[in-house]
């Protein structure tokens, strides 16, 4: 239900505001809400350290949309919010982003550049040439074109499914995302492309045309879109850390054999890390 949601999507700050402090943002993963971090965020005030070093912030979601879409929507924010921080006195914007789940996806793409080589890979035709209006054509170049943030320097990925999650294949998901809404300008998009400017699709692009894509679509390892669009390299501007969950307690069994039920070690493992904590379930 997008539309219900999506005037609320943005950026919210919940701790004081302080532009002598690092913002930290954290993102949630599907079929959440900001509302997870609260027991984490309660334990991490109690400590000094943190509390005095970090200003929180929180964004929030419909998590349905496709991750291109969602991404696009964070970089607005993350350009507002740093406008925002700017105007009350903040002149080193350091930013640390922690990601559960498809939320680490998002982090990481605010990490990533893209611009003609990936357009290429949809598109036959430059952006200016495709007949589609002037706002849907912002929606596209905005998706496609864009550029990493310098403010962020350090990302962490908790139970991230880098080459997507196997549960997303299961039949029963592949129901529940027949029911996911799309939000009305990507849909709207979409169908204005498949009717006037199908011939400027590349069979990628009409493949990921006419099938949609949400979230969940694009959680599966064999999608389209996650071996496009999440299979890029690691920032190397970027420190990078990830938490792993490992459901499996049999300390005999390969870890690369283990998931936390949802997300594979396999698929939460990413080389270029600068640490990386298994963490083992009660």
């Given at each position: ?71 696009a929507n964070l970089r607005d924010s993350l ?54 209006r002037s706002g849907n054509r912002e929606i ?80 599966r390892p064999a999608s389209p879109v996650t ?56």
């Amino acid at each position: 239900r997008f539309e219900k949601f999506a005037d609320r999507m943005g950026l919210y700050r919940v701790y004081a505001l302080n532009p002598d402090k690092e913002v930290c943002i954290l993102i949630h993963g599907i079929n959440s809400s900001p509302n997870t971090w609260h027991e984490a965020l309660n334990i991490t005030f109690a400590d000094k350290e943190v509390r005095e070093r970090y200003e929180f912030w929180s964004f929030g979601y419909p998590s349905g949309a496709s991750i291109p879409y969602l991404a696009a929507n964070l970089r607005d924010s993350l350009h507002e919010m740093l406008a925002f921080r700017q105007q009350k006195g903040a002149t080193q914007q350091r930013i640390t982003l922690i990601g559960h789940s498809m939320g680490g996806l998002l982090a990481k793409a605010m990490t990533q550049e893209s611009g003609d080589k990936d357009w290429s890979k949809i598109f036959n035709v430059p952006i200016e040439q495709l007949e589609v209006r002037s706002g849907n054509r912002e929606i596209l170049r905005n998706m496609i074109y864009y550029q990493s943030f310098p403010e962020v320097k350090r990302v962490v990925f908790c139970a991230v499914p880098h080459r997507g999650s196997q549960i997303a294949a299961n039949p029963g998901l592949r129901l529940v995302s027949d029911v996911v809404q799309m939000p009305q300008q990507l849909a709207q998009l979409t169908s204005e492309i498949v009717k006037q400017s199908s011939y400027a699709l590349t069979p990628l692009g009409l493949e990921i045309a006419k099938k949609g894509s949400n979230s969940i679509d694009q959680l599966r390892p064999a999608s389209p879109v996650t071996a496009e669009y999440l299979y890029k390299p690691l920032s190397p501007s970027v420190e990078f850390f990830s938490l792993i969950g490992r459901k499996d307690k049999d300390p005999s069994k390969p870890v690369d054999t283990t998931s936390d039920g949802v997300v594979s070690y396999t698929s939460a493992q990413l080389d270029g890390v600068v640490a990386e904590k298994v963490v083992m379930g009660s």
